[in-house]
């Protein structure tokens, strides 16, 4: 029992050191994102490769989404003789919750571990180091254009899986009930008010700064050769998507009290 005890007690310290680390480097990324120089070469590089290579993945999953829940809300709505209100519900679901979590998560699962994989190769291979030695800041150069990347991102990724979630559903809709684009997108976004699309989509932003920070992090402080960059690359999924969860509560609640 005493060693038990003991063993906790040491992975709960362990677990505040890594939360006082981490809180430290994504201060310092809020810094010195404000501090010159901004690297814009490199944050377009990074938004390509962060942004636009994740579209392929962001529409196909989205229509996927929007046929499916179109399916799971028919099956709800005609016990209930509602299917009138399939397209709102559809809207509503999309644009307040579904469409921003998914995003986050895709991209928590493609960038996060690219981002952990390639910082931990850099840091074990000495790359960083190399760029430390020519008087490059790294850490502005590798973690901050990375990061900024992602908070740019991640609003635009999550427009395209509302709207291609939407698509879908209008395409599931349009099948089994035949109903015409117009009065899809009429009924879909007449119960809908612009506290229900601005700050859904900017707290994505927040998710972005949440990849790129916790992904940047594990690669950035990787150690032990190649097993620390598969571990920076695992957690920085695991770790990405958790906070992702756990923070969507929270921003869910505050967007529940300012703008109800």
Same mark, same amino acid.
């Given at each position: ?8 007690? /040491? ?16 201060? /310092?990324? %809020?810094? #010195? ?16 490769? %962060?942004?636009?290579?994740?579209? *392929? &993945?962001?529409? *196909? ?43 986050? &998560? ?6 996060? @571990?690219? %981002? ?12 960083? #180091? ?24 991640? *609003? ?5 899986? #509302? ?18 684009? /117009? ?12 506290? #229900?699309?601005? *700050?859904?989509?900017?707290?994505? @932003? ?42 969507? %509560?929270?921003?869910?609640? &505050? ?6």
């Amino acid at each position: 029992m005493a060693r038990l005890l003991k063993t906790l007690g /040491r992975r709960f310290v362990t677990f505040l050191e890594a939360a006082g680390e981490f809180s430290l480097f994504g201060g /310092r990324a %809020i810094r #010195d994102a404000f501090r010159r120089p901004f690297e814009i070469q490199e944050i377009g590089h990074q938004i390509v490769e %962060i942004g636009s290579r994740s579209v *392929p &993945l962001i529409i *196909p999953c989205g229509m996927a989404l929007g046929i499916v829940m179109s399916l799971h809300t028919r099956a709800s709505l005609a016990r209930f003789g509602a299917s009138s209100m399939i397209p709102a519900a559809l809207t509503i679901a999309t644009f307040r919750e579904l469409g921003p979590m998914v995003t986050g &998560l895709l991209v928590a699962g493609r960038v996060g @571990a690219g %981002i952990g994989s390639e910082l931990a190769g850099m840091r074990v291979t000495e790359q960083i #180091d190399a760029l430390e030695s020519l008087a490059i800041d790294s850490f502005k150069y590798l973690v901050i254009t990375r990061v900024t990347a992602c908070v740019l991102a991640l *609003p635009i990724l999550t427009i395209l899986m #509302d709207f291609s979630g939407l698509t879908g559903g209008l395409f599931s809709e349009a099948t089994v009930s035949h109903i015409s684009a /117009r009065l899809y997108v009429h009924r879909g976004f007449a119960a809908m008010r612009w506290s #229900d699309y601005i *700050p859904t989509t900017l707290k994505t @932003a927040v998710f972005g700064f949440i990849i790129g920070a916790v992904s940047s992090f594990l690669g950035y402080t990787a150690k032990r050769g190649a097993t620390g960059v598969g571990h920076a690359a695992t957690q920085s999924v695991v770790l990405s998507s958790l906070l992702l969860i756990l923070v969507n %509560i929270i921003l869910v609640k &505050l967007t529940f009290f300012w703008f109800s």
